[in-house]
C-alpha cells in the first residue's frame, strides 16, 4: 500500500499548483492568519498571489499589519529575507455595493437600464444586503481574479464556517430572489413599467394590495416593482455567472484549505463543512489545525519539582500548571485522533504562537510552523503520542 503523503507536502504542492485557494473555518481559529501566511509563502516562492478577503471583519489588514485594505489589489512589500523568486502579493477587501454595479453594467441592454436599476431606492438600499448578495458577489469577484491572467494564485479568505456556507448555498437563494416569476404574481397585476395600476383584478388582490400598503406603502411597492421588472433582462446572465463560478470550484485547480482549533467543537464544524465539500464535489486540500498545545510528558515529569529547591508555593504551582497542560494536551490529541479517523484526513499541526499575529515577520514566522519549524515539529510529535 503506498504511503500517503504528509499534509505539509500537499499543502506545499497546493500553493505551487493551485489557480484558486479557498480559505475556511469557524470565527477565532486563525483563519485569516493562515489566508495570509499561505499567500505570502507562495509568493516568496515566485508566484503572483492576490489575497482577497470577504470576511466582513477586515482582519487580514491586520495580519499583513496595514491600517485598511480598498476594494482595488494593493501591492504588499516582501519582508527582507523572505524573498526566494519574482513573485509578488497583493491583498483586497470585497467591495459587495460595486461588484454588484458593475454587475448590473455588464447584463443591462443599455444606459437608460443601467440607470434605472442604479438609481432605484431598493436596489441602493439593499443591494449590498439582500439574502445571499455577499456570497454571490463573493464568487462573481472571484471568477472576475481568477479569469486575471496577472494572478498566479488567488487566496480567498471566507467568513466564519457557517457563513462559508452559504457561500456555497446563498448564491442559488439570491438567484430564487431574483426570479422576477416568483414575485410576478403580486407585483404584476398593480404595477405595470413600475406604475401603479388603478384598478385591481381581484378582491383577493385588492386586499393584498390594502396590506402591502399599510404596513410597506404603495411607494415602496413601486420601487420594488420598478426593480424586478428591470431585472428581468439580467436573470439570465446572473444565473450563467452563478454555473460557472461553481464549476470553477470544481475544478481540480481549485482546493478547499479548512482552518480549526484543536477543540472539538471547532473541529466537528470542521468535520461537517468537510462532508458538505464532498457532497457537492468540491476539490478538497486538507485541514490546518492551529494553536495545538504540545504534551510536556516527556521533558518534565511530575514530582520532580521537588528534587529542585524551590518554594512550597511555587513547586505546587508549577505541578498543577504541568497537569493541566498535560489533560489539555490528552484532550486535544483525542480531538485529533477523531478528525483523522472520520475525515480519513491527517491535518497539518500548528502550534500555538507566543504572540498574536499582527505584520509580515509574525506571517514568515506563522508559514515557517505551518511548513516544519521546530516548534511545529514538537507540536506534531506531541499530538502523535
Given at each position: 500500500?503506498?504511503?500517503?503523503?504528509?499534509?505539509?507536502?500537499?499543502?506545499?504542492?497546493?500553493?505551487?499548483?493551485?489557480?484558486?485557494?479557498?480559505?475556511?473555518?469557524?470565527?477565532?481559529?486563525?483563519?485569516?492568519?493562515?489566508?495570509?501566511?499561505?499567500?505570502?509563502?507562495?509568493?516568496?516562492?515566485?508566484?503572483?498571489?492576490?489575497?482577497?478577503?470577504?470576511?466582513?471583519?477586515?482582519?487580514?489588514?491586520?495580519?499583513?499589519?496595514l491600517?485598511q485594505?480598498?476594494?482595488?489589489?494593493?501591492?504588499?512589500?516582501?519582508?527582507?529575507?523572505?524573498?526566494?523568486?519574482?513573485?509578488?502579493?497583493?491583498a483586497?477587501?470585497?467591495?459587495?455595493?460595486?461588484?454588484?454595479?458593475?454587475?448590473?453594467?455588464?447584463?443591462?441592454?443599455?444606459?437608460?437600464?443601467r440607470?434605472?436599476?442604479?438609481?432605484n431606492?431598493f436596489?441602493?438600499?439593499?443591494?449590498?444586503?439582500?439574502?445571499?448578495?455577499?456570497?454571490?458577489m463573493a464568487?462573481?469577484?472571484l471568477?472576475?481574479l481568477?479569469?486575471?491572467?496577472q494572478?498566479?494564485?488567488?487566496v480567498?479568505?471566507?467568513?466564519?464556517?457557517?457563513?462559508?456556507?452559504?457561500?456555497?448555498?446563498?448564491?442559488?437563494?439570491?438567484?430564487g430572489?431574483l426570479?422576477?416569476s416568483?414575485?410576478?404574481?403580486?407585483?404584476r397585476?398593480?404595477?405595470v413599467a413600475?406604475?401603479?395600476?388603478?384598478?385591481?383584478?381581484?378582491?383577493?388582490?385588492?386586499?393584498?394590495?390594502?396590506?402591502?400598503?399599510?404596513?410597506?406603502?404603495?411607494?415602496?411597492l413601486q420601487?420594488l416593482?420598478?426593480?424586478?421588472?428591470?431585472f428581468e433582462?439580467?436573470?439570465?446572465?446572473?444565473?450563467?455567472?452563478?454555473a460557472?463560478?461553481?464549476a470553477?470550484?470544481?475544478?481540480?485547480?481549485s482546493?478547499?484549505l479548512?482552518v480549526?482549533?484543536?477543540?472539538?467543537?471547532?473541529?466537528?464544524?470542521?468535520?461537517?463543512?468537510?462532508r458538505r465539500?464532498?457532497e457537492?464535489?468540491?476539490?478538497?486540500l486538507?485541514?490546518?489545525?492551529?494553536?495545538?498545545?504540545p504534551?510536556?510528558?516527556?521533558?518534565?515529569?511530575?514530582?520532580?519539582t521537588?528534587?529542585?529547591?524551590?518554594?512550597?508555593?511555587l513547586?505546587?504551582?508549577?505541578?498543577?500548571?504541568?497537569?493541566?497542560?498535560?489533560?489539555?494536551?490528552r484532550?486535544?490529541?483525542?480531538?485529533l485522533?477523531?478528525?483523522?479517523?472520520?475525515?480519513?484526513?491527517?491535518?497539518v499541526?500548528?502550534?500555538?504562537?507566543?504572540?498574536?499575529?499582527?505584520?509580515?515577520?509574525?506571517?514568515?514566522?506563522?508559514?515557517?510552523?505551518?511548513?516544519?519549524?521546530?516548534?511545529?515539529?514538537?507540536?506534531?510529535?506531541?499530538?502523535?503520542?
Open positions: 500500500m503506498p504511503r500517503r503523503p504528509r499534509p505539509e507536502a500537499v499543502l506545499e504542492k497546493g500553493l505551487r499548483e493551485l489557480k484558486t485557494l479557498v480559505v475556511c473555518g469557524s470565527g477565532g481559529v486563525g483563519k485569516t492568519t493562515t489566508a495570509a501566511a499561505l499567500a505570502l509563502r507562495a509568493a516568496a516562492e515566485g508566484r503572483r498571489v492576490l489575497v482577497c478577503t470577504i470576511d466582513p471583519s477586515r482582519r487580514l489588514a491586520t495580519s499583513l499589519g491600517a485594505l480598498s476594494g482595488r489589489p494593493r501591492e504588499i512589500d516582501m519582508p527582507r529575507g523572505a524573498e526566494r523568486g519574482p513573485g509578488k502579493l497583493f483586497m477587501v470585497l467591495d459587495v455595493k460595486s461588484t454588484f454595479d458593475a454587475l448590473v453594467a455588464r447584463y443591462t441592454p443599455d444606459e437608460a437600464s440607470r434605472r436599476i442604479l438609481d431606492r436596489y441602493r438600499h439593499v443591494s449590498a444586503a439582500l439574502a445571499g448578495s455577499h456570497e454571490y464568487m462573481e469577484k471568477l472576475e481568477t479569469g486575471d491572467e494572478w498566479d494564485l488567488v480567498l479568505d471566507t467568513p466564519p464556517t457557517r457563513h462559508a456556507l452559504d457561500f456555497l448555498e446563498a448564491p442559488d437563494r439570491l438567484m430572489f426570479d422576477t416568483v414575485l410576478r404574481w403580486f407585483l397585476p398593480y404595477f413600475g406604475r401603479l395600476t388603478l384598478k385591481v383584478a381581484t378582491r383577493t388582490g385588492a386586499v393584498a394590495l390594502r396590506i402591502a400598503d399599510r404596513f410597506l406603502g404603495l411607494e415602496f420601487d416593482s420598478e426593480f424586478f421588472l428591470a433582462s439580467m436573470y439570465d446572465g446572473f444565473k450563467e455567472r452563478a460557472r463560478v461553481h470553477l470550484l470544481r475544478e481540480t485547480s482546493g478547499f479548512l480549526a482549533a484543536p477543540q472539538a467543537p471547532a473541529l466537528e464544524e470542521a468535520l461537517f463543512f468537510h465539500l464532498s457537492k464535489g468540491m476539490p478538497f486538507g485541514f490546518v489545525v492551529n494553536r495545538v498545545h504534551d510536556p510528558g516527556p521533558t518534565v515529569r511530575e514530582g520532580s521537588r528534587r529542585v529547591r524551590l518554594p512550597a508555593d513547586a505546587r504551582r508549577l505541578e498543577e500548571t504541568f497537569h493541566e497542560q498535560r489533560v489539555l494536551a484532550a486535544e490529541r483525542r480531538a485522533a477523531r478528525l483523522e479517523v472520520d475525515a480519513r484526513e491527517r491535518p499541526l500548528v502550534p500555538e504562537l507566543e504572540q498574536d499575529v499582527h505584520d509580515l515577520r509574525g506571517l514568515v514566522a506563522f508559514g515557517d510552523a505551518v511548513f516544519g519549524g521546530a516548534p511545529a515539529r514538537a507540536a506534531r510529535q506531541g499530538a502523535a503520542r
